[in-house]
């Protein structure tokens, strides 16, 4: 791919070297090339990129530059992008047609970007490895055996692999910035509320938050700055200044204060991946910037609280969810016809203990008819039971156990002051620094169905980046080297809220730093 990055590709424009219908060509060639093996992508937009190029190419031409105009971009499959598809890689909305766009898609386009197709990724955004989604797993292009990450994977697959300049993540938990460190590219996971939510599937709605991929800091900057700002249909997005990122990007990090917390270089972390951590802050300590050790001590108990949390709005959320209104719906026939066989069957063994004289089990399978389900509610039954995907409902079911009657209390009420205490300790560290530097991950990317059927060891990918979210603070996640397994590491800078700034400064330094 002739122009891996944005600034490569604009350069190009600039000079007449290429067009914006070239650049969609190049891209829509490499996918047919390359998606097959690595399934990155699940619906190609051909007609409507090539069309959006045109015209972005006519503008040009007549002197009117858009900033973003030539920008390919990759859009996971959670965002509505109205006319097209939103299935969030679920079986429940493999029908289901968006009305809308999202605000943030609307703004890029606004802004020149090309959305060249939808990216695979975990279903409705829950998992850690792009192995859960019903279009099937996507795998690593450094190493097709091995995991993207999740849940933003074919995003991060996308980007790695030169299928788009640059792609949209949602991270609730990590999923931009864990795929991001294990496909080797950059990803931002804005401060909540930076970027409005409108047009999201939500998953966790007071932690989800919408975030580029790219393979630069410059051209995550240049997104960010496009997308931001608040919206008048997402009541949760900030009315904040944005800055220009790009503007930020001074190539000197002279006097800025670095923290590493000491919770996260402790047991369970890869020795290499610490020391490219450390080898990094090495270099920006040498360029200028501050370090020192921090301490943020509830850290232990960020996926506890993560998971508790997170189920529990995702079994609100999916309720929605019940064959009636749009989305998948179980056969109603099959459904009556199963029911009346359950009911017969339930009528002739009653008949039956009566007949025995056996007037407790009569009574208990009496007290059963009564008590059969409704057409409707077996409905619901069936069709959630087909339409979600093991993980989906694992999590759903945790949910409402947490919400439940009697556990409220003693779970869902704890986490949430645990998330207060979280908040408190980034609240507390930023007092004495000005970013925090941590791994992305413990490990580098894992094999393909080594953790999908051991969930604990799965949600423990995310150690690193989900105290971030319950914080709800800004995190990027940057290169920062090669494995000996011959696997990408990422490095995680985490920042105070809305400062999303400083942290593509101190990100675009240590990317250049050898």
Known sequence: MPYPTFSDAQRALKNDETSCEALVSSFLDRIEQRNDELNAFIELD???ARNHARYLDSQRARGHERPLAGLIVGVKDVLCMRGRKVTCGSKMLSCFESLIDATALKRLR??????IGKTNCDEFAMGSSNETSHAGPVRNPVDPTRVPGGSSGGSAAAVADGMAHAALGTDTGGSIRQPAAFCGVVGLKPTYGRVSRYGLVAYASSFDTIGPMAHSVEDVARLLEAMAGPDPNDATSADVPVPSYTDALTNSVEGLRI?????????GLDEEIQEMVYAKVRRLKAAGATVQEVSLPHTDYGIAAYYILTTAEASSNLARYDGVRYGHRADVKETRDTLQAEHQQLKKSRDTAQANGNAERAKALQEALDAQESLLNRLYADTRTEGF????????MLGTYVLSSGYYDAYYEKAQRVRTLIRNDFDQAFEAVDVLITPATPTPAFELGSKVDDPLAMYLNDVYTVTANLAGVPGLVVPAGTHSSGLPVGMQLLGRHFDEATLLQVGDVAMNLS
């Open 46 to 48: 051909e007609d409507g």
């Open 110 to 115: 606004d802004a020149g970007a090309i959305f």
């Open 259 to 267: 923290g590493l917390p000491k919770e996260y270089f402790a047991e």
């Open 389 to 396: 995907g093991t993980e989906v409902k694992r999590r759903i």
